[in-house]
């Protein structure tokens, strides 16, 4: 079976896109393999490239604060880029590299099942919310089937812009309250599915 480890290991050899030639670290992400939450960012910054781990600028320290504020510790989630590799000069990662590292993104997260995904900016919000824009859809979250989907703004961007800094502060005092939802949810199918095998066991006889 692979593992997170299994997919670091293809990253650091990965060519299929340009963005190998001129990173330092591939940044495959990192967390708990049984995350119940996953963040997507963009892609690594400078910061990411030089020590191979998303998230560790000041974009990454706001997140982590933010997060704190609410309960939730960074190890207890797991974070990670729709590319895996530094664009230079951190420009926006092209269509065709997002769709070379696309394999990678998946197969993270059918290893994690994780039961909410967070979108940080537009372009992992563009994988689940296609043609949505960020400013209108932000705190808004989509349930499909066990999962929620919640695009926040991208804390860089959020750094760079008051407004949506307290828009970012919102949206995750919202996180608790989802996985809240998300867990009665699934204590309410595992009463039903009690009930539905007793009901077989009494038939039975
Ligand atoms: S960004 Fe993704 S597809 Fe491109 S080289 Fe890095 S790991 Fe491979």
Known sequence: ???????????AKCEKCPLHYSRKHPVPGEGSSNAKIMFIGEAPGYHEDRQGRPFVGASGRLL????????????????????????????????????????????????????????????????????????????????????????????AAALHQPRWRTALEDDVRKIPELIAELESATADNSVDQDEDDQFEQLSFF
Request: aromatic share 8%.
């Open 64 to 155: 982590e604060e933010l997060l704190n504020n609410v309960g939730i510790q960074r190890q207890d989630v797991f974070i990670t880029n729709v590319v895996k590799c530094r664009p230079p000069g951190n420009r926006d990662p092209e269509p065709e590299e997002i769709a070379a590292c696309r394999p990678y993104l998946e197969q993270q997260i059918d290893i994690i099942q994780p039961k909410l995904i967070v979108t940080l900016g537009r372009f992992s919000m563009q994988r689940y919310f296609p043609k949505a824009s960020i400013s209108r859809i932000h705190g808004q979250p989509k349930r499909e089937g066990d999962r929620i989907y919640y695009p926040m703004f991208h804390p």
């Open 1 to 11: 079976m692979t593992t997170l480890h299994d997919i670091a290991e293809q990253i």
